[in-house]
């Protein structure tokens, strides 16, 4: 098949081009226009409008891409750009790519789509077994998955933060009236950029594998219009209603109101290299070389003088985080740590680790609160992840600098993932994240955790609970079991 090339040389401004640059209007032309997407609808209309307007690249790196009905109607979009002329290049990890290989074959088979697949198993003919098996024989580095999470539209406007494409992350897989959570960040301008530098490293990387060269995903004859006839049917379900209708308002509609313009400085996207998910003790040191994520994260919470509000769904410290901590909150700093509790958690391993950190961080003052449930999984993942109340990864400093991406406070998200983020120093933004913290802070929302006569007690309003709520003895003894195992870098 020819592929025709990813970067043609086009001089038309795009439709894309002209609402970012009527939404910047008179700006200097390094600002840069900056948002906070809680919203999951927006979200969706955000990233579904800026592929109706795009006219030269799309640019998708994600870690979970969904074939529900979400995912669907993305693809739907994805594809129509394409159709378009517009060139699409989508890079997913390759754990999660195990089931959609058709899918994968027919988008591969348009001539302006390329995808390709990080950290590949050469077992994938034999899907998730194939996987376990070349786990279990020596393939340690498939424990290592590129966890970014980025969209971006002719290298004029990104979306990056903590959604994957599915439902759970877009509000439709939720039940009750708390929904499932979790935050993006909008740049327009040139700060999507860097956004786009981080995305041409990891497809450049030699982990980057066309997926043409997986058996599993080699082209078939028909599969193009199978798909679409697939496609086709993705928005006649009920439960697309409101996502549609959140698509159909122009993007520049959409970045009329609530961009904060900022200067180029203002404003860092940060990513681990690709290297850090290499295998092998040269390879670490290389990815340390390099630099990392987590190496920034730790400089900027470091940095707080008066506050740190932290939202982390897997929220695991350390010993690094703990003392990082503890430093903190010497010097009087105000420390407070939204998570999931064992309730909401669906990875229950990763609240074992959590757990036996708990009492140090009460004892040093900070202020822990776990989100309630909205709703409870019967048989929770052990390792893998299903879908927590909680999914948002953000945290402000001194109500000045924000940050949002995809990086869990754990040790999976410091050392072994592949994650990025961005940091905006900027009072807004911050004070938006402090606002999300407070609202998933409230009692209608969270159990405050404290100590009672050097007992632990959750708070929910005057009452209180003398052990973890919301769960059975089946979930506590396995998060205990977690606890006490040596798996720690592995949570």
């Given at each position: 098949?020819t592929?025709?090339?990813?970067?043609p040389l086009r001089h038309?401004?795009t439709?894309?081009?002209?609402?970012?640059?009527?939404?910047?209007?008179?700006a200097p032309p390094a600002?840069s226009?900056?948002a906070?997407l809680?919203?999951?609808?927006?979200a969706?209309?955000l990233?579904?409008a800026s592929?109706?307007a795009a006219?030269?690249s799309?640019?998708?790196?994600?870690?979970?891409?969904?074939?529900?009905?979400?995912g669907?109607?993305l693809?739907?979009?994805?594809?129509?750009a394409?159709?378009r002329g517009?060139?699409?290049?989508?890079?997913?990890d390759?754990?999660?790519a195990?089931?959609?290989?058709?899918?994968?074959?027919?988008l591969?088979a348009?001539?302006?789509i390329?995808?390709?697949?990080?950290?590949?198993?050469?077992?994938?003919?034999?899907?998730?077994?194939?996987?376990l098996?070349?786990?279990?024989?020596?393939?340690r580095?498939?424990?290592r998955?590129?966890h970014n999470?980025?969209?971006?539209?002719d290298?004029?406007m990104?979306?990056v933060?903590g959604?994957?494409?599915?439902?759970?992350?877009?509000?439709?897989?939720?039940?009750?009236?708390?929904r499932?959570?979790?935050l993006d960040l909008?740049l327009a301008g040139?700060?999507?950029h860097q956004a786009?530098r981080?995305?041409?490293?990891?497809?450049n990387?030699?982990l980057s594998r066309?997926?043409?060269?997986?058996?599993a995903t080699?082209e078939?004859?028909?599969?193009?219009?199978?798909?679409r006839?697939v496609l086709a049917q993705?928005?006649?379900?009920?439960?697309a209603?409101?996502?549609?209708?959140?698509a159909?308002?122009?993007?520049?509609?959409?970045l009329?109101?609530?961009?904060?313009?900022l200067?180029a400085?203002a404003?860092?996207?940060?990513?681990?290299?690709p290297?850090?998910?290499?295998r092998?003790l040269r390879?670490r040191?290389?990815?340390?070389a390099?630099?990392?994520?987590?190496?920034?994260?730790?400089?900027?919470?470091?940095?707080?003088e008066?506050?740190?509000?932290l939202?982390?769904?897997?929220?695991?410290p350390g010993r690094?985080?703990?003392?990082?901590i503890g430093?903190?909150?010497?010097r009087g700093?105000?420390?407070?740590v939204?998570?999931?509790?064992?309730?909401?958690?669906d990875v229950?391993?990763?609240h074992?680790g959590?757990?036996?950190?708990r009492?140090?961080?009460l004892?040093?003052?900070?202020?822990?609160?776990?989100?309630?449930?909205?709703?409870?999984?019967?048989?929770?993942?052990l390792?893998?992840?299903?879908g927590?109340a909680?999914?948002?990864?953000?945290?402000?400093?001194d109500?000045?600098?924000?940050?949002?991406?995809?990086?869990?406070l754990?040790?999976?998200?410091a050392a072994?993932?592949t994650?990025m983020?961005?940091?905006v120093?900027?009072?807004?933004i911050a004070a938006?994240?402090?606002?999300?913290?407070a609202?998933?802070?409230?009692?209608?929302?969270?159990?405050?955790?404290a100590?009672?006569?050097?007992?632990l007690v959750?708070?929910?309003?005057?009452a209180?609970?003398p052990r973890?709520?919301?769960?059975?003895?089946?979930?506590?003894l396995?998060?205990?079991?977690v606890r006490?195992l040596?798996v720690?870098?592995q949570?």
């Amino acid at each position: 098949m020819t592929r025709l090339p990813l970067a043609p040389l086009r001089h038309a401004e795009t439709a894309l081009e002209r609402d970012v640059a009527e939404a910047l209007g008179a700006a200097p032309p390094a600002t840069s226009g900056v948002a906070l997407l809680p919203d999951a609808a927006t979200a969706f209309a955000l990233r579904a409008a800026s592929a109706r307007a795009a006219g030269r690249s799309l640019d998708l790196q994600y870690y979970m891409w969904r074939g529900d009905v979400t995912g669907q109607l993305l693809a739907c979009e994805v594809l129509a750009a394409a159709d378009r002329g517009v060139m699409v290049r989508l890079l997913l990890d390759d754990v999660y790519a195990l089931g959609p290989e058709r899918t994968l074959a027919a988008l591969d088979a348009h001539p302006s789509i390329e995808v390709r697949l990080f950290n590949g198993t050469r077992w994938r003919r034999f899907g998730r077994l194939g996987f376990l098996l070349e786990l279990a024989f020596g393939g340690r580095h498939l424990n290592r998955r590129m966890h970014n999470k980025s969209w971006i539209a002719d290298d004029r406007m990104a979306v990056v933060g903590g959604r994957n494409l599915g439902d759970a992350y877009f509000g439709l897989a939720a039940r009750g009236s708390f929904r499932f959570r979790d935050l993006d960040l909008l740049l327009a301008g040139p700060a999507a950029h860097q956004a786009s530098r981080v995305f041409q490293r990891y497809w450049n990387s030699p982990l980057s594998r066309p997926a043409g060269l997986a058996s599993a995903t080699a082209e078939r004859a028909g599969g193009l219009p199978a798909l679409r006839a697939v496609l086709a049917q993705a928005d006649d379900r009920p439960t697309a209603d409101a996502l549609l209708l959140s698509a159909d308002t122009p993007l520049r509609a959409r970045l009329a109101t609530g961009l904060a313009l900022l200067a180029a400085d203002a404003i860092q996207v940060v990513a681990d290299p690709p290297e850090k998910a290499k295998r092998g003790l040269r390879a670490r040191k290389a990815a340390r070389a390099a630099g990392g994520i987590a190496a920034e994260i730790a400089d900027a919470l470091r940095k707080a003088e008066r506050e740190a509000l932290l939202i982390s769904p897997y929220f695991v410290p350390g010993r690094a985080g703990l003392a990082l901590i503890g430093d903190l909150r010497r010097r009087g700093v105000r420390v407070s740590v939204v998570t999931n509790s064992l309730a909401a958690t669906d990875v229950v391993a990763v609240h074992g680790g959590y757990a036996k950190y708990r009492r140090a961080l009460l004892a040093l003052g900070v202020a822990l609160f776990e989100l309630k449930p909205e709703w409870r999984e019967p048989n929770p993942s052990l390792l893998g992840s299903r879908g927590a109340a909680l999914h948002t990864k953000a945290f402000a400093v001194d109500g000045t600098l924000g940050f949002v991406g995809s990086f869990n406070l754990d040790p999976r998200s410091a050392a072994l993932n592949t994650e990025m983020g961005c940091f905006v120093r900027d009072a807004g933004i911050a004070a938006g994240i402090a606002a999300e913290h407070a609202r998933l802070a409230e009692p209608a929302m969270s159990w405050q955790v404290a100590l009672e006569a050097g007992e632990l007690v959750w708070r929910d309003g005057p009452a209180l609970a003398p052990r973890e709520p919301g769960v059975g003895l089946w979930r506590r003894l396995l998060a205990g079991i977690v606890r006490r195992l040596p798996v720690e870098e592995q949570l």
